[in-house]
């Protein structure tokens, strides 16, 4: 009797299997048909006409391809924008896990513009070393800036970037000792709450800092300042991922809180002007530079992309006519190669001087007009790794900042969907479910990792060079590939420029052409 109704329930279940199993089959071929019908009437596509159905999985295979390549496919120095090799490095240097290799070097060391530090015969113990030298920012300020940090977070805005990834890079750059610039975004609770030191970016739509109008607000300005936290002032003129066009935050980005951190509308695109319009020449910049400097009483820089360098010598005479004291106390020189900011392609792929060429002439440009110890220069551009960072100190950066490798020590995957609100790390989505993945102070340990390892292993470079510290590091130190498949020195490929005499600089023609 018991096995009659054990085999009744059994048969009973197997056939309510078999009705769902046909429905579901039903369900599915009705489908297929209704996108048949779609896909064969719709004028749109071509693919899609001529084989309907199936030519839908071209799409999802292209997209597929983006993760594919760089899992499977791809070389370890082959991918763009950062390959697998630089990547692996971060992720290492975050976890703090051990970063050697074995069995040598997969890097091309013959290819055209590849870098090679020169080791010294008798390299420096490690007795013999010395700590970063300090370096201060607007000595003549109410309040210096004065900090030892050799790499540091480049601007990256609330809203770009997500709470959670805010609030890591913060507790990391406190915990590194390193500064985190705000991004063009304005200042957020979430850049307070680590406690690290901040460089507050004022972008062409002055977000953070404006009045009703849309223009600079002093009010705002000293409200700002009066943060300890915030120890210097950047003005965006460009950055790299799109010179010659403002920011872009996606109105699905624009939150009533984001919104009123920047001082503008909830749910709607947040574009930025492609300048600022109340600067039209050099001498509006430093105008505007004296202006917030004398506001807040702190270090004022700006930040872009050289491309047409005519009018930073023009800038140089005009500093040299008006006095050092209306001289910026920092120029950050950014790459034309990308960055974490969207953009079109236009302009990221075809627009500006990359660091590589840009670097050494701004810094040459300084020491021609005698202003190269009165202003300090910050550069960013795809520098992740210690070799980045160090040939940049080489050539005469005095510090370098990185947007793209704190997001890859956030654990950043290069998913390539930064403008697109749907990132499957939580780093720049405002999806909770997508957020919910980072943690903060987990990541936070990360980022200050990064900076520990970073320091170390540039120190490592700088001490195989024979020099005591990274900062000593000067252009002889490094050579560079050049077609013929040899290398030459820095020094010869850019020639270092002696500081003039005063004689010189008052003979000079100062007139702006």
């Known amino acids: 009797m018991m096995t009659t109704l054990a085999e009744s329930w059994f048969f009973g279940f197997i056939e309510i299997l078999t009705v769902i199993f046909i429905f579901l089959i039903g369900i599915a071929v ?52 950062f390959n697998r090799a630089e990547r692996s490095w971060v992720y290492r240097a975050a976890k703090d896990v051990n970063n050697t290799i074995g069995f040598g070097s997969t890097r091309d060391l013959r290819h055209s513009g590849s870098i090679l530090f020169v ?57 590194a000792g390193c500064w985190m610039n705000t991004g063009e975004g304005g200042l957020s609770p979430y850049h307070l709450q680590g406690g690290a030191d901040l460089v507050f970016q004022i972008g062409t739509a002055k977000f953070g800092v404006r009045d009703e109008r849309g223009d600079l607000s002093d009010e705002k300005l000293r409200q700002v300042a009066a943060h300890q936290a915030v120890r210097m002032f950047e003005i965006k003129l460009s950055q790299g991922a799109k010179p010659g066009k403002g920011g872009i935050l996606p109105a699905a980005k624009v939150t009533p809180e ?33 202006r917030i400097r004398r506001v807040t009483g702190k270090p004022v820089g700006f930040k872009t992309v ?22 910026p106390d920092f120029i950050t020189i950014d790459g034309a190669d990308g960055g974490t900011g969207a953009a079109p392609m236009a302009l990221m792929d075809y627009v500006g001087l990359t660091l590589h060429e840009s670097l050494p002439m701004v810094v040459d440009m300084l020491c021609e007009y005698g202003l190269r110890s009165r202003i300090k220069v910050i550069c960013s551009g795809k520098l992740i790794t210690p070799a980045g960072v160090a040939w940049a ?11 793209r490798g704190f997001m890859f020590a956030l654990g950043c995957i290069q998913a390539l969907q930064c ?16 957020q919910r993945g980072l943690v903060s102070t987990e990541k936070a340990e990360r980022v200050a990792n990064y900076v520990k390892n970073m320091s170390y292993e540039v120190g490592l470079l700088a001490h195989s060079c024979g020099v005591k510290e990274p900062r000593e590091l000067k252009r002889f130190h490094a050579r560079m590939v050049v077609e013929n498949g040899k290398s030459l020195p820095l020094n010869e490929l850019y020639p270092p420029v002696e500081k003039p005499t005063a004689d010189v600089l008052l003979s000079t023609d100062q007139t702006p052409q």
Not at 145 to 161: F, H, K, P, R
Not at 314 to 327: K, N, S
Not at 393 to 403: K, R
């Open 306 to 327: 050289v491309g047409a360098y005519g009018w930073l010598e023009i800038l140089c005479e005009r500093i040299i006519q008006r006095g050092d004291d209306c001289a």
């Open 119 to 175: 080791n010294c015969p008798y390299p420096t113990l490690g007795e013999d070393a010395v700590p970063t030298q300090k370096v201060v920012i607007g000595p003549n300020c109410n309040t210096p800036y004065e900090t030892d940090s050799l790499i540091n977070i480049s601007g990256m805005s609330y809203g770009a970037l997500s709470v959670p990834a805010v609030k890591a890079l913060s507790l990391g750059a406190k915990a």
């Open 419 to 434: 403008n697109k609100n749907t990132c499957p790390t939580g780093i720049t989505t405002h999806n909770k479910k997508l």
């Open 258 to 290: 984001i919104a009123e951190i920047r001082g503008i509308k909830a749910g709607a695109d947040a574009i930025s002007p492609n300048r600022h319009p109340d600067i039209n020449n050099p001498d509006d910049l430093l105008d505007m530079i004296q």
């Open 393 to 403: 100190l080489a050539i005469g950066a005095d510090f370098v900042v990185s947007a």
């Open 30 to 81: 009705l489908s297929v048909a209704v996108i048949y019908v779609i896909d064969v009437t719709q004028t749109r596509q071509t693919i899609r006409r001529n084989y309907p159905v199936i030519g839908r999985f071209r799409y999802f295979f292209e997209h597929l391809g983006e993760f594919f390549r760089q899992y499977f496919f791809a070389m370890d120095r082959e991918e763009l924008p």
